[in-house]
């Protein structure tokens, strides 16, 4: 069964850093493009950015570019999205996505809250 | 950057009533177009791309069709499990974007 798995939810304060990770199985990690999409409390869908883990090319949003860092640790099939120095606007559900064009498979989602 | 405007913004229905969901791009897309539904407290779900494809496991009952500016989600007699939020999102470059959905409830 093809698969991502999301790290668990997260609470963090103003200015603390956070990696969430998304480790796929049942497919070649390496083979197809993982991405980002971020859900707001209560709002739509956004695309944060993409990255291919059989050379690590990786592409952003503008919405996004300097805010996160996104990467892949290919030994291990694991995509990564970090954070240097949280907001309490990143508070939002993260989810990876398996990316050809369109997204065929996503992880359940990593919550993560941001609050003093 | 292509903005994806979706209409109704929410359709209220019957079971058994028939669907039409609109998505329209700012500038064409050709058929790089792809539909999600997304129910409370779960994952967005893949269930149309390339406009008009049915991803794997989705019921017939859900089809698309359009290309270029303009495209429909068509439910062709909802079922009690599809009320829920549909999303388009297409593909430009290297720049994806999501519509900001239609809320599908019941009425």
Redesign the interface.
């Known amino acids: 069964e093809v698969q991502l798995v999301q790290s668990g939810a997260e609470v963090k304060k103003p200015g603390e850093s956070l990696k969430i990770s998304c480790k796929g199985s049942g497919y070649s990690f390496t083979s197809y493009w993982i ?1 980002w999409v971020r859900q707001m409390p209560g709002k ?4 944060m950015g ?1 990255i291919y883990p059989g050379d690590s090319d990786t ?1 952003y ?2 919405s996004f570019q300097g805010q996160v860092t996104i990467s892949a640790d290919k030994s291990i099939s694991t995509a990564y999205l970090q954070w240097s120095s949280l907001k309490a606007s990143d508070t939002a559900m993260y ?1 990876c996505v398996r990316h ?5 498979v ?4 990593t919550t993560v809250t941001v609050s003093s | 950057e292509i903005v994806l405007t979706q209409s109704p913004a929410t359709l209220s229905l019957s079971p058994g009533e028939r669907a039409t969901l609109s998505c329209r791009a700012s500038q064409s897309v050709s058929s790089y177009l792809a539909w999600y539904q997304q129910k409370p407290g779960q994952a967005p779900r893949l269930l149309i791309y390339d406009a008009s494809n049915r991803a794997t496991g989705i019921p017939a009952r859900f089809s698309g069709s359009g290309s270029g500016t303009d495209f429909t989600l068509t439910i062709s007699s909802l079922e009690p499990e599809d009320f829920a939020v549909y999303y388009c999102q297409q593909r430009s470059n290297w720049l994806f974007t999501f519509g900001p959905g239609t809320k599908v409830d019941i009425k």
């Open positions: 991405g739509g869908l956004e695309w993409i592409r949003s503008p989810y050809k064009y369109y997204m065929d996503w992880g359940k989602g």
